[in-house]
């Protein structure tokens, strides 16, 4: 999940907000800032979760299971990150 992250943060940060790195950073952005990271927020999409969802249909046959797929990864990615910002 690092690698859609990092990408994520950079493409904010470039003022894009519909990229699959991006939209995750917008779905765990209030994760993702109480553990530490600066998260750029004025460029983040209102409805990440739907977005993404959508970006998906556009591109993949199994949609529904990639995006549940990234879910995961992003939770458990924020799961780290949370455990070590706390110790």
Not at 11 to 34: V, W
Not at 52 to 81: E, K, T
């Amino acid at each position: 999940m690092q690698s859609a992250v990092l990408p994520g943060l950079n493409d904010l940060h470039n003022g894009e907000s519909n990229t699959i790195g991006a939209l995750l950073i917008a779905i765990a952005s209030t994760r993702l800032t109480e553990a530490g990271l600066d998260i750029p927020k004025d460029h983040l999409s209102p409805e990440p979760e739907f977005t993404l969802y959508a970006n998906l249909q556009d591109q993949r046959d199994d949609a529904y299971v990639y995006y549940n797929a990234l879910l995961n990864q992003l939770n458990s990615f924020c799961n780290a990150l949370e455990l070590s910002y706390k110790y």
